[in-house]
Each structure stands twice: as C-alpha cells, then as structure tokens.
C-alpha cells in the first residue's frame, strides 16, 4: 500500500469512528435546506391588501381576481376613498394597497395604457419590496393575456420591469446556491482545517513530519475525504431542493457537479491554509468562522447584493471564493449556462486552490 | 564514531524566554545516554532540534555526520523519535497506528520483528484495541513499536516514562537494554534520577545549561559530602529547624526521609548535628550514612549548602 492511499485510509477510519460528527455533517445540510426553504423563505403568501377600485368595470374586477387568485394577495377589503385605505393600514393590517383609476377598461381599449397605484407599508421594506414584484408580475400577465384576447399585434402596455429567470422572485432559487456554499465551506474547509490542526495540536503531526512521506501527501490526504463527503452532502441537498422546491437546473448536471468538486477542492484548500497558520483546533475554527464562513454569508452576494455594498467590501469581496462560486452556481442552475459561460469563475477558483495548496505546504513544515 | 556532535547551541523562546545556553555534548555510536534534569530544564527543547523538528538560533548539531540544520531530510530517515507527549493516533487500534507508521516508513512489520519482537509480544495481545484506550505503560511500548518500525540508528526517547506505573518503567527499560542490542544508539530524556543509573552516560541538564557529563558511577563516587538518611514523623517541622542548623550541610526531604549531605569532619559533627536536633526537640529514627544516588548528586551539583 502506498503513502497517500495509506493517509486516506487513517482519515476514513476518523471519520468513520467519529460518529457524531459524521451524522451531523450529513444530517446539517438536509436540515439548512429544509430550514431555509420552509421557514426562512421570503416567500410571502395570502398577504393582506385593500383595492380601492374606481372603475368597476370588467377589466378592472378581472384584474382583482387574478391578483386574489395569484395566492399572493388575499383582498380584504374594497375601500371607496383614500381615506379609508388609510384607515386599513392603520387598523385591518394590510400589507398593501391598489388603486385602480376610473374608467380602466376604456383606458386600456382607447390609450391601450393605465396607470394603476400601489401605496405600500414600508415599515418592513423587505415585504414590500417583495409585494411590489408580486403585483408588477401578476399585472404583467394580466396585460399579456389582455393584448393576446384583443389580438393587437403591437399595441401593448408598457410593463418595463420585466423579470427573467426567476419570475416569481421564488426565493428558493436564491436560497439553494446560498445554501450549497456554506454547506461546501462548513463541511471541507471547517473540518479539514480543525483535522489538520488536531494533528498539529496532539503532536501526531510531528510524527508524520520526521517520516519520509511527501507533504503534498498529507494535504491531499485530509482534502480528498471531506470533499467526498462535501459531494454526498451537496448531491443530497440537490435532490431536495428539486423534489421538495421543484428548484429547476437549467444548466447541465455535470456541469453543476463538476462546478461544485472544483469550490470544494477551494474551500478545502482555504482549510488547510487556515489550519496550517493555527496552532489549536479552537484556533482553526475561530479563524475559519471569521475569516471564512462570515465573508460566504456577508460578502458573497448569498444574502445580501453586493453591488450596494460601500466599495471597499465589493473589492474584499473578490478574495474569497465564495463570490465567485455563487455567481457561477447561479449561472448554470437559474440561467442554464455552460463552461464557456463560466470558465473565467472556474479559473479562479482552480489558482486560488493551487496557491492555498502550495502556500500550506511551504508553511507545514515550519521549524521555528 | 561519535553517534551525535552538538556545538554552541543556543535557542530562546520570543527572544525572552532563554531555553538552551550553549550546549556541548557528544554521544558516542551503541551507548545508551541519558538527558537527566527536572522539569523546565530544556530536555524537550533539545530534542526536538535534534529531530529536525526545531531549529537552533546557533551552533553546529551532527548526527552521524550529517547537519541536522541542512541535511534535515537525511537524517529523518535514521532518526526514531518518541515525543514526551502521547503522538499517535488515539481512534486507531494498536496494529492500524503500526501499519501506519510502517507504511509512511516505506518499512514493514515483517522486515523489522527481529527489533520489535520483545514490545511486540507484550502490546500483540491488545493488538485490536484503540491505542487512546490502552494503559500508559501500553501506549509507551506501542510509540516504541512504532518509533522503531524503520530500523532507525539512533533513537530518541523524550521522558519515555513519565506517567508510567514502576513495573512498567523497569519493563520499559529492560526492553531499552535489548533495542540497544541491535547497535541502535540510544538517547533517552528522564526527570527520575533513579532511572539515570540505567545508562551508560548521562549528563544533568538545569535551566538549559550541562552541568556535567558522566558514567552515573563516576557522578557518584564524585560526590563530596557525607550523606545521611532518617526518618521525621513531622518532616516540615523538621525542615524548619534545619534552618538554624550552625553545620555546613545540604538537606532535602526524600520521601517520608530526610536527606542530610554534610561537608564537615564527621567524627566532631555528628554528635553536634545530633545535640542540635535534641535542643530543638526533634524526634526522629537512627541517622544512617548511605550511599548517594544520583538524585542527591544532583541536588549538591545545583544547590549550596548552608553555612557555606
């Protein structure tokens, strides 16, 4: 048996012996996604709104029934002036209020345009935000399907927002990039960091360091179990988000896979960088929570957009790799792109893994 | 040949703390030599330079030869090296922790039981117990095992037996006497004097300095006081007392007795010494010359005696 299938040996037979471990590593990633999915989903349903509706007309109950029926927007009320849609606000806890203008069918007939109005609350601007896109969307097909029953082939409305791949802002095809990542972050570059740092930590690292056996080796050998593990969990959180979320990849499955064995293969070699700077396992996870796992979640884009971010943190952002991960993720699964489309992000990744690489060999063998 | 050449070694932790002060030792090819000194004395600190493991802030170390600062890879092949903390892997069983070893030695188990044998035969039957699980005195012979898997010519022991139980110890060094009698040179560290008589040389090593280098037979027929031994019921009373005592002597609790070094002429001094202890109503058992063992030899090198 050689040097390097031996190592993989020992690290398996850690694993494996360390059932807690194990089991929460495989258990977390189902978890998050069904966490996110479910509870944390920006998704808002039956959300109360008012329609003061000034016309009733055809048209204009046709547009109510299609945002009651979108399962958005539960209408609770029809005021007659604005003054009432304030006391809505105020008292019956609507989210949001349309007001349709008098004569709306003869508008659309004539002027083939309307103005409608949506006044929100924006006491949580994340709701409204959401709400907004939901009413823009549901107009949106009402005109559509307004202009193809009048069969006007170019007299239409001007809808100008217009929402490509992800139409209902479903929030699940945000979350399960997002979700991916920190999962590939936690499992390979977490504890392989902490597994290199035991070593160092119990002395067994010394122990290897005076055999003949090459350094590359004993990288490679705490790499290589956690990404296989890293690659159970991502395929696993995969399944559920197309099943349970009916997540579309519009990419090509290879693609996605081939994709996530190359950030593995980065975040790992983040691991080994980390832990080759850290003396303790405490030291390794400390400095990977900081210096890692908060950067995924803060600077990524996975939460929050990073074009409005100060532009100091949009420069921070470029070296990590979870930035470019997520965009190349979102890529090939929301847009269906291919490796054309996202070899510069593959590069990327590859050199920051080559130089993390190299860099904690040449620190592994430090002597003072 | 001399197996080890170390000249002028210096190391200081963070430029404060001063661990070694220049070192001058040779270990000669097949001897057993002992590193003896307490705790702090910068035993650990020497072994992990000479293990490639550290580097020396100066001085020249050779190890058959070869510059351990260099040719650090060449001498990692015919180094065996047992660290003064438990290193091997705790979750694998005791013949998974030595296939390991064995492989990344390019060496195998087989090649080497003639070495092993004796350790062998004693940890074998535990062979499929996890080495975390095993005795103190287990986990010794089994980093023994493992340390010695590739045939090395010179082996280091960094306080092979701290923690270890007595029978253990004495079985530790009997299986030490047959490693050695495959001409492997042996270099072993120990905070237990007793142990010291068990090697060829040692040298006393305190606050990172040698204060000497010697066959334990000549560190003890070098000994200059006389050395007596009783027993106290209230030994700390005791020592208090000694406090006051107008002779020049050393004295120091050794277990449950008192330890008295006298550098005077013992027909006048001991009827004195006995006359002091009844004044000062000490009572305590017959006081006994005896032979010094290499603990007391210590002590009188690093401690003077009162009313020097």
Known sequence: MNALSMILKKEFIHIIRDTITLSLVLAMPIALVLLFGFTISTDIRNA??????????????????????????????????????????????????????????GSLSKEHSAT???????????????????????????????????????????????????????????????????????????LSSI???????TGTMRMLLITPVKKLYIIIGKVIPYMIISFISTIAILVISVTVFKMPINGSLLMLL????????????????????????????????????????????????????????????????????????????????????IWFYLLILFIMAVVFIIFSISRLDKRN | ??????????????????????IHLEVEEGEVFGLVGPDGAGKSTLFNILTTLLLPDAGDIRIFQMDVIQDYKAVRQIIGYLPGTFSLYPDLSVQENLDFFAVMYKSSIEENMNIIEPIWKQISPFKDRKAGKLSGGMKQKLALCCALIHRPRILFLDEPTTGVDPVSRKEFWD?????????????????????????????????????????????IQNFKGHLYTFKSDDIFSLLQVMEQCPLRCNYYPYGE????????????AMPQFERFLEEHQQPHSKITAIQPSVEDCFIEIVKEPINN
């Open chain 2, 257 to 268: 007795h008192c330890h008295v070094a006298f550098y005077e002429d013992m027909e006048t």
């Open chain 1, 258 to 341: 081939f994709l996530c064995i190359i950030f593995m293969l980065t975040a790992a070699s983040f691991g080994m960088l980390i832990s080759s700077i850290s003396r303790t396992q405490v030291d390794a996870m400390m400095i990977t929570m900081m210096g890692l796992f908060l950067p995924t979640v803060l600077l990524s884009g996975f939460l929050f957009p990073l074009n409005s971010m100060p532009m100091v943190f949009q420069v921070l952002a470029n070296i990590f790799p979870a930035k470019w991960f997520i965009l190349a993720i979102k890529d090939v699964m929301i847009k269906g792109s291919g490796f054309f489309d």
């Open chain 2, 175 to 219: 299986i030490l006497k047959s490693i050695r009698q495959h001409g492997i040179t042996v270099v072993v560290s120990t905070p237990y004097m007793d142990e010291a008589t068990r090697c060829d040389r040692i040298a006393l090593i305190q606050n990172g300095e040698i204060i000497g280098v010697n066959p334990p037979q000549t560190i």
């Open chain 2, 1 to 22: 040949m001399s197996a080890i050449n170390i000249r002028g070694v210096n190391k200081t932790y963070d430029g404060k703390v001063v661990a070694l002060k220049d």
């Open chain 1, 48 to 105: 109360k709104i008012s329609v003061l509706d000034q016309s009733k007309d055809t048209q204009s109950k046709y547009l109510i029934d299609r945002l009651s029926a979108s399962g958005y927007f539960q209408v609770i009320s029809y005021p007659n002036n604005e003054m009432e849609i304030d006391y809505d606000f105020k008292n019956k806890d609507i989210k949001l209020a349309l007001i349709i203008p008098p004569n709306f069918e």
């Open chain 1, 195 to 201: 597994t290199l740092a035991r070593e160092k930590e």
């Open chain 1, 116 to 190: 409608l109005q949506v006044i929100n609350d924006v006491s949580d601007l994340n709701v409204a935000s959401i709400l907004n896109n939901y009413v823009r969307a549901v107009v949106q097909r009402f005109t559509s399907d307004y202009n193809d029953e009048i069969k006007q082939g170019d007299g239409n409305f001007d809808i100008t927002v217009k929402m490509l791949y992800n139409p209902e802002s479903n929030s699940v095809y945000m979350f399960v990039p997002g979700i991916i990542t920190l999962i590939m972050v936690l499992v390979t570059a977490l």
